[in-house]
């Protein structure tokens, strides 16, 4: 059985002289970011978001997806407004 090449293959032959583009692209995005430089940009922010990672009993998933599709919510936005509601129902602590 002969070996095989790859060298002969179209679409390896696409993806190698593609060099043109991929400097077209990387003009383009730096072009992107027109935002002005200032001594606030060089100190690290915090992020918007926080991720987490839940181990949920099998019940609550399916309660989770059933009550967010009623409410047409996704199920981080759903957990953001229990969590929103709880906060502002122990607003004294």
């Known amino acids: 059985m ?30 992107q970011d027109t935002r002005a430089l200032s001594s606030v940009d060089s ?5 918007v978001h926080y991720r987490l990672n839940l181990k949920l009993k099998r019940e609550y998933q399916e309660y989770l997806e059933q009550v967010s599709w009623h409410d047409r919510k996704s199920i981080t936005q759903y957990i ?14």
């Not at 100190?43 to 992020?47: F, L, M």
């Open 43 to 47: 100190i690290k922010t915090i992020p």
């Open 80 to 93: 953001n407004d229990l969590i929103a509601m709880d906060k502002a129902k122990r607003e004294g602590i």
């Open 2 to 31: 002969p070996k095989k090449s790859f060298k002969s293959n179209p679409a390896m032959a696409f993806i190698g002289n593609n060099t043109q583009d991929t400097q077209d692209t990387q003009d383009t995005q730096d072009t």
